[in-house]
Nanobody, 122 residues
Framework: QVQLVESGGGLVQAGGSLRLSCAAS????????MGWFRQAPGKDREFVAG????????YYTDSVKGRFTISRDNAKNTVYLQMNSLKPEDTAVYYC???????????????WGQGTQVTVSS
């Protein structure tokens, strides 16, 4: 069992930056692939970024490539999402998730955080 708690969301102007953190409980964090998803009002939840157990493999959805960076610190049981050059269309609730394989499908992730709101004003 893994419990995930996101933090770092907030209100930022377009072009600004935010760093999201997701702290995991338990000693098995390093055995999980981690992902970030987001859900905007009226839209389906979408994959944002994923990172393998060791951090050697990283994946992004096309709309955030070059602007967002996912990373993890297994010693701190934490995964991060650095978001730069934010756009109003990045506004959403951001969720971290833990699962057994690197995938963009949310159904493959077993554990989810409660989400953190990111709002980007124009």
């Amino acid at each position: 069992q893994v419990q995930l708690v996101e933090s770092g969301g907030g209100l930022v102007q377009a072009g600004g930056s935010l760093r999201l953190s997701c702290a995991a409980s338990g000693r098995s964090f390093r055995t999980y692939v981690m992902g970030w998803f987001r859900q905007a009002p009226g839209k389906d939840r979408e994959f944002v970024a994923g990172i393998s157990r060791t951090g050697s493999s990283i994946y992004y959805t096309d709309s955030v490539k070059g602007r967002f960076t996912i990373s993890r610190d297994n010693a701190k049981n934490t995964v991060y999402l650095q978001m730069n050059s934010l756009k109003p269309e990045d506004t959403a609730v951001y969720y971290c998730a833990a699962g057994p394989r690197t995938t963009a499908w949310d159904g493959d992730y077993d554990y989810w955080g409660q989400g953190t709101q990111v709002t980007v004003s124009s």
